[in-house]
């Protein structure tokens, strides 16, 4: 690879001592790895907690790295991996409902922020009620389906870059997407013919 991009750059940098190119990159794309987490997850501190493995992760093996592709492809695969697994781990453990309220020192507070006082309470819940219902649909995907959506739609990572992060073809990627959007046509039907 004769061009590397930036962030490669700043991985073999941190690879060679340099400490402020890792801190660098931890600015950079913690955002984007909670993020990613989260929506696959679906739990904000265990999102969080996934970010601080996938950082320790990459400081691990930064020995050992190689830029065969673009950072971020290899941060999410870092990623997808962490998630997954603990998806995995999630099958054996209850489940927490998204709307659930959380508990507090205080008592308990409603996951979701009120609406502004100047929306209409009847467009505020239409909305509401539609995101919730994606949001759920999305949940119930099979886990390789639903990160291909997190990708593809939320990430907007092309087709290639998500080839790489789920370490599967192109057709594969096109196919679970197809998949996941049949699926959830099927699922939002009866709310979208509303």
């Known amino acids: 690879m004769n061009f590397l991009d930036p962030d490669a750059q700043l991985m073999l ?3 060679e001592g340099d400490t402020r190119s890792f801190e660098e990159l931890m600015e950079k794309y913690q955002k984007l790895v909670i993020n990613t987490a989260y929506r696959l997850i679906g739990d904000r501190a265990e999102a969080e907690d996934i970010a601080q493995e996938v950082f320790l992760k990459v400081y691990n093996q930064s020995r050992r790295y190689k830029p065969q592709a673009k950072f971020s492809t290899w941060l ?3 990623t997808k991996n962490l998630c997954l697994n603990r998806l995995r781990g999630k099958r054996r453990h209850p489940v927490v409902s998204l709307d659930s309220p959380v508990e507090t020192e205080e008592g308990k507070v409603p996951r979701d922020i009120p609406a502004p006082a100047q929306a209409r309470p009847d467009v505020f819940l239409e909305r509401k009620e539609l995101r919730d219902l ?6 119930s995907l099979p886990p390789k389906q639903r990160m291909v959506v997190i990708l593809a739609k939320y990430d907007n990572l092309p087709y290639q870059e998500i080839a790489r992060v789920m370490g599967c073809s192109v057709t594969a990627i096109k196919l679970r997407l197809h998949r996941a959007k049949v699926t959830l046509k099927e699922r939002l039907a ?3 013919e509303k």
């Not at 994606?134 to 949940?139: A, G, H, K, L, V």
């Open 76 to 78: 999410l695969k870092i």
């Open 13 to 15: 940098k941190f690879k």
């Open 190 to 192: 009866p709310y979208l």
């Open 134 to 139: 994606i949001r759920e649909s999305i949940e």
